[in-house]
């Protein structure tokens, strides 16, 4: 009896010691859920905050690709991150920086930049060319921007910029519907114009024509052409 009764306070003492850290409602040495602040994996962070405009693995999302090493090597860490913290004004992309209103800290969005470039960006996607810069540096003058699509993009786009068909059959829609221009900023156009829609097979700067690739004025031309076509109320006419 006296060796039961030792053994049984031997044991309730060591699961007392054991237990102490463990003890209901007590925290433990680290949280089980992580504070959505301290999250700087890359992969749950673009999961969490990217993937629904920008697509899985930065690619078929209704924005543009983020996954296009021309892009981000034209964009630049500097740009994207400005853009991450801060936002697209009149557009669909939010400011994330807490301190533009946003949920995600300066590191986090430090951390989406580089992982974006770690994984998507390649050393050579210029091919040791240069192309214009990111920002347009001038202000495009629409009628040589029409002439310039009729040139550049008027086979896959139609003349007009209407819409047409791209080699292997690909309908292209309109580039100059005003609800299109509605929704895309001027900076989207540029982008897409130099850095190209990779998983659609478009062009990006250098490809519009093998012996003259787009310069500054003919990417700010284009732009000046193509957002000409805004209209203060796009949609279907009100009818009265």
């Known amino acids: ?5 030792g053994a049984a306070i031997a044991f309730i003492v060591t699961l007392g010691l054991t237990g102490c850290n463990h003890a209901p409602g007590k925290p433990g040495a680290t949280p089980l859920v992580q504070r959505p602040e301290k999250i700087l994996d890359f992969p749950t962070l673009y999961a969490q905050n990217c993937t629904a405009c920008h697509g899985v693995n930065g690619k078929n999302g209704a924005a543009i690709s983020l996954n296009n090493p021309v892009y981000l090597a034209i964009a630049g860490a500097g740009n994207i991150q400005r853009i991450t913290a801060s936002g697209v004004p009149n557009t669909a992309m939010p400011a994330f920086a807490k301190s533009s209103g946003g949920t995600l800290t300066d590191a986090q969005i430090a951390a989406l930049t580089n992982g974006m470039i770690a994984a998507w960006g390649k050393p050579d996607a210029l091919n040791g060319q240069t192309a214009p810069l990111y920002v347009a540096a001038i202000k495009g003058n629409a009628a040589q921007g029409q002439q310039a699509f009729t040139t550049y993009c008027g086979q896959c786009h139609g003349a007009d910029g209407s819409g047409g068909h791209a080699p292997g059959n ?3 829609g309109s580039l100059v519907d005003p609800s299109y221009l509605s929704l895309v900023s001027d900076q989207g156009l540029r982008s897409f114009i130099l850095a190209g829609i990779t998983e659609q097979g478009t062009h990006d ?3 519009y024509s093998p012996s003259h690739p787009l310069t500054d004025a003919d990417a700010a031309n284009l732009i000046a052409w193509l957002t000409s076509h805004r209209v203060a109320a796009p949609g279907q006419p009100y009818k009265q």
């Open 205 to 207: 700067w250098r490809s």
């Open 170 to 172: 690909i309908v292209t």
């Open 1 to 5: 009896m006296t060796w039961t009764v």
